[in-house]
């Protein structure tokens, strides 16, 4: 992660608080910070809402993310997927008792 020493009065403001951000600068860097496939964390974008900033262009955008946000947003994501798992678990029916017989063999 990247950290900044900063001698007093020798950054502004702002630059103080984007040191202190580590920023993801395009789909490669974002899927490679989760290991997974570029296709993948775009899919996040559109349905699970992975924190994504665009820098509008002309004819295109280019992207970035900040590292603490990415993490959050998997801790949080996280945390649902276990709590929705705990509650299918608990809805679930009990399997049936005795549900194969054994048959004896005549012979």
């Known amino acids: 992660m990247a950290t900044s020493l900063a001698v007093v009065g020798s950054a502004s403001a702002q630059e103080l608080v984007t040191a202190n951000h ?6 490669k860097e974002i899927a490679t910070f ?8 775009q899919r996040w974008e559109m349905v699970e809402d ?3 900033y665009r820098h509008v262009h ?3 955008s280019s992207v970035y993310a ?3 946000e990415l993490i959050a947003w998997r801790d949080t994501r996280s945390r ?3 709590e929705t798992l705990l509650r299918k678990k608990s809805t679930e ?4 008792v005795g549900r194969f017989t054994v048959r004896k063999s005549f012979g």
């Open 22 to 27: 580590w920023h993801l600068d395009s789909w």
């Open 34 to 41: 989760f290991a997974r496939t570029i296709r993948t964390v």
């Open 50 to 52: 992975l924190p994504v």
């Open 58 to 60: 002309l004819k295109r």
């Open 66 to 68: 900040m590292e603490s």
């Open 80 to 82: 649902q997927q276990n």
């Open 93 to 96: 029916p009990a399997p049936p």
